[in-house]
């Protein structure tokens, strides 16, 4: 080898030799950190719990549903029947609030007036566009009437809206959220004289009765009932009454992908 060659030396030290594949392997490494982050929180459980829009007309639940007892499918009244549930219409309102009942004057129910009132100075005729706080998305298929004709209070999916001032998206409504209830669904049946009681809670409810009722519609005694829920070692609440819903009713909800995606 020539002198001058021999004292010639390395421009870059050794190590930049690795510096390339060092360089991927961390922009690899926060790459997959960026996509892990976003998928766990770009769920419902972040991007949809707690929305809640104001309304064109401020409707407090917690005073017509909490205070006044009003129940759901009042208002709400395809909820059993159809797949889905309805908005009520602005003359489901008029009938407690047209001139001369609740309230009738009161500023917060301008548009109403303006929907119903043909004597009304301002009246239009346009019917209230109520803002939808839950909302199904296109891919997926859920029959309320499926599920409320089977135990499944409204509670589960929406929350204590009967102490809600302003509706807001209570539970995540995800696919997870689904498929807990679909595995165990005898953890959220209830009687269906309870569907709309959004207070109710199993430990407090009739004992007697539903035995009674349940024994009846085995044709057997309350007592034999009683004893072989004592000896599986079931003591009363959700539990106990959700696994007598569920095999009296033969609740057996589908897990694949099927019975939300058509």
């Not at 205070?67 to 908005?87: A, I, K």
Request: proline share 7%; aromatic share 10%.
């Amino acid at each position: 080898m020539p002198p001058d060659k021999a004292k010639m030396g390395n421009i870059f030290p050794n190590w930049t030799n690795w510096l390339a594949i060092k360089v991927l392997i961390c922009l690899g490494a926060m790459g997959t950190a960026i996509i892990a982050l976003a998928w766990y929180s770009w769920t419902p459980k972040y991007t949809r719990v707690g929305y809640m829009p104001q309304q064109p007309i401020p409707f407090d639940h917690s005073l017509h549903a909490g205070q006044l007892g009003m129940d759901c499918r009042y208002c709400h009244s395809f909820v059993e029947n159809s797949s889905h549930s309805n908005l009520p219409a602005a003359e489901l309102c008029w009938n407690c609030h047209s001139p001369g009942k609740v309230k009738s004057d009161s500023p917060k129910l301008e548009l109403l007036r303006q929907a119903m009132d043909p004597n009304y100075e301002n009246y239009t005729g346009e019917p209230i566009r109520w803002v939808q706080v839950h909302e199904t998305p296109d891919y997926a298929y859920f029959n309320h009437s499926a599920h409320v004709n089977r135990g499944v209070s409204c509670v589960e999916c929406h929350g204590r809206v009967d102490e809600m001032p302003v509706v807001y998206h209570a539970k995540s409504l995800s696919m997870s959220f689904c498929l807990d209830c679909h595995r165990e669904p005898e953890k959220h049946l209830r009687p269906l004289d309870q569907i709309t009681n959004l207070a109710w809670e199993a430990e407090e409810s009739d004992r007697d009765a539903f035995y009674a009722k349940l024994a009846s519609s085995k044709g057997v005694e309350v007592s034999e009932l009683q004893s072989a829920d004592e000896k599986a070692g079931m003591e009363w609440g959700q539990e106990l009454i959700g696994k007598h819903l569920r095999e009296g009713w033969a609740v057996n909800p589908p897990q694949d992908c099927a019975a939300c995606h058509r």
